[in-house]
């Protein structure tokens, strides 16, 4: 193994800040490698933003999670990772050909079919989609494919979807939620060539890379309690409540915690996989890490709201998901809402409501905006009013997917020392693949 930075006569010892996917990710793939990792997480539970969180409902634990995530079959990177784990796919999670369905009977459904079949099924059956709105639908891919994904100029995605002419019905129903949900930037200010390149693996892919992949389980059991094994099995180090104060290198890496200043940590190399913001506060701005640190400082940040709602356990939605209309001018603040009772029948009664982006929500307090996404559930889907309901608010869960975003490389200007996580180079908005590509390119970049 040629490393940078790490003494040939020794093992190599990689600390990885951070146990959100990405750092997990690093992680995995330095383990597979023979390298002897430590694990640092500032918190007591792996998984950064998409870990587990037991939550209080109606008097009652239920384990769910810090914030409602979807996967896609687009996710190959993803599933690698899993597969490598050893984690049983069918078991955690339940995959099911992509659709976008509303509660007043609009249906856009892909067949079982080869693509571009699976697509054209889904546009002919669909339900709420005029002659006109498949057509415009079909003729934007069509453009899309024939300019290999490419936009031309970046610019809003509001701006490119008037200009590629798609009618109002079909950007309201299918490219504002599908835009909001991956890019969790609004439309006015998201990438259009951002979304372009979502559509391009999901939609524009083969059939089963549009499929929509459900956790049955909690996300920490999903991918980071099996890091965490893989790690353990392989000789390597797993910290809870470590949050690095500092990074110092001279001849190796010296990681000072926060919690104990007394105690460093020594390492022949680091990969970064905590939160871009935090970044300036605990490495030294030198000459190499400049251009890094300035760029990290101009990111901004949308939030991500899910609400958990608490109702009678008999209470079942007739999907396991639908997509909402939202108005944030009337306080219709969703866009999705999941049952969490259909993939855990441990959760039963329990529904998860995510609310994408910036907006007047986040000037209300937490618990009107329970009530907000409450009256919109008894509008749209006929419920009644919950028991219980608990707001989890991610002020900065995702870079914003502006256009002609830019963000860091994996390497860096200190040899040894990169980066990892959905804020990293990519073509992808800050998803979970996202991170988990980053994270193992990272690793990749120290072997």
């Known amino acids: 193994m040629a490393q940078v930075g790490v003494p040939l006569n020794a093992p190599p010892t990689i600390a ?3 146990a959100g996917w990405a750092g997990c990710a690093a992680a995995a793939e330095l383990a597979a490698r023979g390298v002897t990792v430590v694990l640092l997480e500032a918190s007591d539970e792996l ?3 998409a870990r587990r969180l037991p939550l209080m409902l109606d008097g009652k634990t239920h384990v769910l999670d810090n914030g409602q995530h979807l996967l896609l079959g687009a996710y190959t990177q993803t599933a690698a990772l899993l597969a490598q784990l050893n984690v049983n796919l069918d078991a955690a999670i339940e995959r099911r050909p992509f659709e976008l369905c509303y509660p007043d009977g609009f249906r856009l459904r892909t067949a079982r079919l080869s693509a571009p079949w699976h697509l054209a099924a889904a546009l002919i059956t669909a339900r709420g989609l005029s002659v006109a709105d498949s057509v415009a639908m079909f003729n934007l891919l069509r453009e899309l494919k024939r300019t290999r994904w490419n936009v031309g ?3 809003s995605t509001t701006d490119w979807l008037r200009e590629c002419k798609q009618p109002p019905n079909v950007i309201r129903r299918i490219w504002r939620p599908l835009a909001l949900s991956a890019l969790n930037t609004p439309l006015e200010r998201a990438s259009a060539q951002i979304f372009a390149n979502v559509l391009r693996d999901s939609l524009g892919a083969a059939s089963a890379a549009s499929e929509m992949w459900v ?3 909690d996300l920490s059991a999903l991918l980071p309690d099996a890091v965490e094994r893989f790690l353990l099995a392989r000789g390597g180090e797993v910290h809870r409540d470590a949050r690095v104060g500092r990074i110092s290198r001279t001849d190796r890496f010296r990681l000072q915690l926060r919690n104990d200043p007394a105690r460093r940590i020594e390492a022949d190399a680091v990969v970064y996989a905590a939160s871009p913001h935090y970044l300036a506060r605990i490495i030294e701005s030198t000459v190499e890490l400049s251009p890094i640190l300035q760029t990290v400082l101009r990111f901004e940040y949308e939030p991500l709201y899910t609400v958990y709602l608490k109702y009678s356990s008999n209470v079942l939605l007739a ?3 639908y997509a909402l209309i939202d108005d944030p001018s009337k306080r219709c603040y969703a866009q999705w809402v999941f049952d969490r009772g259909r993939f855990d029948k441990k959760n039963a009664g329990v529904l998860a409501a995510i609310v994408s982006s910036s907006g007047p929500h986040e000037a209300e307090p937490l618990d009107d905006v329970c009530q907000a996404v409450a009256t919109q559930l008894t509008d749209q889907l006929q419920l009644p009013p ?4 608990r707001a989890i608010a991610e002020r900065r ?5 502006v256009p002609d975003l830019k963000r860091p490389p994996n390497r860096t200007g200190w040899p040894g020392f990169v980066l990892a996580g959905d804020w990293t180079e990519s073509d992808y908005p800050s998803t979970l693949e ?3 590509r980053s994270g193992r390119a990272a690793a990749r970049a120290l072997l």
């Open 434 to 436: 996202t991170a988990v």
């Open 153 to 155: 100029v970046d610019r």
């Open 215 to 217: 956790p049955r389980v």
């Open 47 to 49: 998984g950064g933003r």
């Open 397 to 401: 869960a995702t870079l914003a997917a």
């Open 386 to 389: 919950p028991v219980d309901a």
């Open 16 to 18: 990885v800040v951070g």
């Open 319 to 321: 999907r396991g998901f």
